[in-house]
């Protein structure tokens, strides 16, 4: 298996997780990119790596919000 199939395997983990639907996965990644998405099947091994980027980096910010204290 290719490392840009293995990249977009993940990032459908990352959004089944969130539970976000194909409507609101190509909205996410419409607003990463900067373009129009027709379907992720035309996204590049770049385009892939910074949709990635976008999914890991909210999950971290979850993370660090899940630990705040209350005020």
Known sequence: ???RTLK???AFHYCNLYDLNR?????F???????D???WK?????????LLDGLE??????????ERQPA
């Open 1 to 3: 298996m290719d490392s």
């Open 8 to 10: 977009l395997r993940k």
């Open 23 to 27: 409507e609101e996965r190509l909205n």
């Open 29 to 35: 990644t419409q607003m990463i990119l900067r373009q």
């Open 37 to 39: 998405v027709p379907s």
């Open 42 to 50: 035309c996204l590049t091994e770049q385009q892939v790596e910074r």
């Open 57 to 66: 980096g909210y999950g971290l910010i979850q993370h660090i919000m899940s």
